[in-house]
Each structure stands twice: as structure tokens, then as C-alpha cells.
């Protein structure tokens, strides 16, 4: 809306160039306006100096054409300046240049002929810079000036020096094509603004999406390669490298057979048979559980495949959160809900062993108390998981300790102590929870007991220190061994062979010995058993 209170600021907003433009933009576009005027100033003083007697002009003409046009050149020398030292402003630095340029040039056209000397057409090139760096309002005033200088010096020219009258014909048109140029440079600087806009939003949503997916597939957990038709890997996530065990070098381009042949070899099948894809396979470097899966790039100057490894155990663990999610919820009721019903049970059972009873009743009344017994084993196994963080660290003597414990397990499990056979020296010690340290020997000595053959050293414990400095407890038992088949499911809650178990007890003794900074693992013994060993960590601190 215009300020009628105060037409000045109409005035003065009308002398500001476009928004659009950056000042530096408008800096440069006026420099190389004053080149252009430049050069042109220099052929007009070259050309009256040299050749003024063949432009058909008398000495006083060939004299006042030269002062104007050595006039014209100094006042663009001073327009360079202004430019080079940015004062006043683009806006009337570049009224400045068009009402010289059209001052200038109007002199000289009078001077060398009118409009039959085609010299107002340089005035096109003025407003047509005008119109690319100014409001639309201000280029139809210097449009307006000009076309108004070339009637009065036509119509000066008709008076003064019988110049043909017929002449405003053409003197009109050309002043017609000084708006039509004006105007339409306007018109189309204003759109390839508009475009060079959106060109840079759409540049900076580019960049933005960019961006936005290099972070995502750099934070995935998951590996994802990036390869083309020769099989080169173009990118690769850091998950990608964990998977593979293959440090991805930024820049540098290499083969998929560097990093996992496997890989390649999967990749070329699948160049043949795009049904292949999905399967799970086993890194040979990490040996980590994968799904591999192919997407198929197309394009012009690109073909190739994004190579997503989906790391299973990363799945199942999440699976397991889940599963174990539900099991904290479930045994917040086990204690009251299960337990009291089975506390009730077993002494109802045993009061009604205590009467007269037959043979019959007395089977069905032990398998009464055998299936409680066993149930409430079971409560006690789930109630173990929500204890892994209740852990009181202390200093252990492992060879006095486990001394202890193996007598009281054998009383417990009614076998020879001879069974155990213990090689721990004497002052071993760890850091751990009491408790837990023993709910830890209990479900390992348990299991080496329940699968050895009871002779004895068939379960045997062994206190030794590996490769990096770890002290390591081993539990060994002379049964068949766990089948290869079954080792990765070892340590899964709910997992077991035996009819029996309650699959709880491996998982337990994980949980707990991640609380108190122990690994437990498993591998085959060396007489064909099972040998579960825990890691304490480091010698040194222990």
C-alpha cells in the first residue's frame, strides 16, 4: 500500500534495487556495466579523434563530439569509483549512469546526424541493464527520460537545423522499443530470479535429503554396501565394516572380493537370478549371523545394488528384550500367585503321606510332590532374572569357596565327592557377588553333573589364566558334549534338551556374570565334553 502521508518513501523506494539480488551480485553487475560503458566511451573518444573528418561533420562538430565524448568517458571513470569504494548506493549510482548515458549519448546523436545515425541504439543497452537490476516502476522512468530527450533533440533538430519532420516516425518507434526493451529485460530478469530461487530451494532440499540420508545409513545398526556393476564398493556404513571386519577407508574405492568373497559371489548369483537374496550366512571374519538381501539401483549413468546385511543377532537380542519384557512382568506375580498355591499343595501332599494309604495312592502322592517340587524349582530359576542387578561385589577365595561348595553339593546331589575333581592353588581370588557366584557354580556344576557319567573326575574345575591376561574358572564333565548344532542356542532363555529343565539356567548364569563384569562361555572339552569356562577380566584387576 503507498504512503499518501509521505510520497517520499514511495520516491525513495522506487531508486532501491530487487530483494532478490545479493549485494555482492549487485556490486559485480554494476562493474561490468561500467566495462561495457567503458569500452564504449573509448571507441566513441578513438573514433572522433581519428576519424572524425570521415563522419561527414564540420570542425565544430567534430570538436564538441570529442568533448562529450571525453566527457562521457571521465564521468564513467567516475562512476568505476564510486563502484570500487560502494558509496552512494546501487540505486542512485545507477540512476547516475542512465541519466549520463542518455544525456551523453542524446549530444552525440544530435551532433552526428539524429536518429539516421543510429547512435540512440545504444541507449537499448542501457535500459535493458536497468531493467535487470532495478524496480519495475524506476526502469519505465529511465525508459520515459530517454524516449523524452530523443523527441525534444529530434524536434531541436527539426527547428534548428530543418531536419526531415518525417523522422518522428522512426524517432517514435525507436522510443516505443525503449520501453518494450526496458520493460521485457525487466520481465525476464525478474523470472530467471524467480527460477534461480527455486533452483536454490530445490538445491537446498537436495542437499537437505542428502544429508538426512547420510546420517540415517550411518547410523544404521545394521551393515549397508553400496556397489556398482563391477562389483566396487561405492559406500559403506560403519555397520558394514563391523559386520565384515573391513575398514572402509573414506575415498577410496574397493573391490567387493577385498571385503568378504562370499559376499562377491552372492552378488554375481544374483546378477543372474534376481530371485536369489534373503538368505542367512555365517561372516567368515567375525563369524556373525547376516541376512543378505539385494535392492537393484537403475539409472543412466549408474547401475549396480545396495547390499543390506541385517545382523541376526542384533534380531534376536531384540526378540529376547521382548520375551524378557514379558517374563519381568510375569514374575512380579509368580511369587504370590504361584508359590502360595504350591507351598499349600506340598503340605496337604505330606500330611496325607502321613496316614494309612496303598500302594497306589502313595505313587500318586510322590508324583504330587515331585511336579511341585519341580514347579516351584521353576518360579525360583524365573525369579533369578530380576536379581542381575542387585549385585554387592566382594573379594572371593575362589579355592576355599569352591571347596565348600562342591562338599555341599554333593550332599545335596547324593554323589561321591570323588565326582569333582578340584585345580584351583590356593589364594585365587576374584571380585564378584557372593550370591551370585554361587548361583553361577550351582547351574554349571548341576549341568556338567547331570550329563557326566557320575565316575570319579567326571566333573573336573579348573582355575587357569589365558592368552590375555583373564583368570578363567573352567567346569569340564567326561558326558557326550553339546552338538554343534545347539551351541549358539546355548545361553537363550527357555532353551533346553532335557524334558526336565527349565532352559533358565545358562541364561542366568550369563545375566549374572555380566553383572559383576565376567563372560561366560562354552567350548568342547578336550575328552569330548562339555567345558564351560567364566573370564573375571583382567589379571591386574583382579
Known sequence: MRDAANPEVSLFAAWRPPTALSPDSLWRSLSLF??????????????????????SLTQYEQTAFFWISATFTLLVLVSVLAVVWRKPQPGWQLAFQLCVDIACISMLSYIGGGVQSNLPMLL??????????????????????????????HAYAVLTRDASEALFFQTGILSTSYFAVAWLAHALSKYALDSERLAARRGEDLSSMAEANRLMIQGMPD?????DERGHVRQANPGAGRLLGYN???????????????????YAAWRQNHALGGEELQLPRTNRMVRVRFLEIGGASFWGAVIVLEDMQRIQAQAQQVKLAALGRLTANIAHEVRNPLSAISYATELMQEGPRDPAQTRLLQIILDNTSRLNRIVQDVMQINRRDRSQMERIDVSLALSVFIDSLAQVEQVP???????????SAVNFDRGHFEQVLWNMCRNAL?????????????WLQDAEGRQLLEVEDDGPGVAETEVQNLFEPFYTTDSRGTGLGL???????????????YRRGDGGGACFSIAFGKAEDA
Do not use: W
Request: charged fraction near 10%; glycine fraction near 10%; include cysteine.
Open 223 to 227: 551393515g549397508m554396501l553400496v556397489v
Open 34 to 55: 561500467n566495462l561495457y560503458r567503458l569500452i564504449l566511451g573509448g571507441v566513441l573518444v578513438f573514433t572522433s579523434a581519428l576519424f572524425g573528418t570521415t563522419l
Open 450 to 462: 547331570r550329563y557326566s557319567r557320575k565316575q570319579p573326575g567326571s566333573v573336573q574345575l579348573r
Open 507 to 521: 541364561y542366568i548364569a550369563r545375566e549374572l556374570c555380566e553383572a559383576n563384569d565376567a563372560v561366560i562361555g
Open 417 to 427: 565327592r570323588a565326582v569333582f575333581e578340584l585345580a584351583v592353588p590356593a589364594g
Open 124 to 153: 537499448l543497452v542501457s535500459l535493458a541493464f536497468a531493467g535487470m537490476i532495478s524496480h519495475g516502476r524506476i526502469t519505465l522512468l529511465y525508459a520515459a527520460l530517454a524516449s523524452i530527450t530523443l523527441l525534444l533533440s
Open 248 to 266: 572402509f577407508s573414506a575415498g577410496q574405492q574397493v573391490g567387493l572380493g577385498e571385503c568378504s568373497p562370499l559376499l562377491e559371489a552372492m
